[in-house]
């Protein structure tokens, strides 16, 4: 089974998870999923190797801030990527993944279940891939199961970008006292699509942020 990872960028965080698998035959695009070009080149990419058992949905983008810092930019931007480019890639992978009887993993946040704090287009953006979830989950039943992911925190390039003294307050909110590693949310993706009798739901995996 090959593996196609979409990547906006060619840094050494978005690249990760090709260089650990490129010897199993990964295969990485370089496309601005926001383009349809760059969209058609990934579907295209993914659909010349056969049918596609899983697509996770996996890009995001933080835009913005609390309400006063809000504009048509930021809304409009996380829009598009947090919501729009996921239901645009499924739509182009839906026959085949019907084909395969796949499914598809959506990441939310957190910030979409219980709200984003000074993250309006955010967390607004992320609930409404919690929603556009259950709606995909009844338009592909029954032969694609379609669930998501809300994890808290994960280190990711974007998580470095907040300063320190701010990390390490979100770190100690957090019942197990540390943010996630990439991959932990990429083992509760796999394992979420190997569940073979759920469609339609989120899954919090958040180190008990939630809980506080």
């Known amino acids: 089974m090959e593996l196609v990872i979409g990547t906006r960028r060619w840094s050494t965080w978005s690249l990760r998870p090709w ?8 295969v990485a695009v370089h496309a601005d999923l926001t383009d349809s070009e760059g969209l058609a080149l990934l579907a295209g990419t993914a659909l010349a ?4 058992h ?9 835009a913005g801030g609390a309400l006063d810092d809000v504009d048509d930019e930021a809304w409009d931007t996380s829009f598009q990527v947090n919501v729009e480019v996921p239901l645009l890639l499924t739509q182009a992978l839906a026959g085949s993944l019907r084909a395969a009887r796949g499914a598809v993993v959506n990441i939310s946040s ?3 279940v219980v709200g984003s704090v000074h ?3 955010y967390g607004a953006s ?7 979830t259950k709606t995909l989950a009844r338009e592909l039943a029954p032969e694609v199961r379609v669930n998501c992911i809300a994890p808290g925190p994960v280190r990711t390039e974007m998580y470095q970008t907040i300063p320190q003294a701010e990390r390490d307050e979100v770190e100690a909110e957090m019942l197990l006292r540390r943010v996630a590693e990439p991959a932990e949310i990429a083992t509760v993706a796999l394992d979420l699509a190997g569940w073979t009798y759920a469609t339609g739901i989120t899954v919090v995996a958040d180190g008990g942020r939630v809980l506080l």
């Open 126 to 132: 992320k609930a409404a891939i919690v929603g556009l």
């Open 54 to 62: 899983l697509l996770v949905n996996n890009a995001g983008v933080l």
């Open 19 to 26: 260089l650990a698998l490129k010897r199993t035959g990964a």
């Open 119 to 121: 993250g309006v287009c």
């Open 49 to 52: 190797l056969g049918d596609v």
């Open 110 to 112: 957190t910030g979409g």
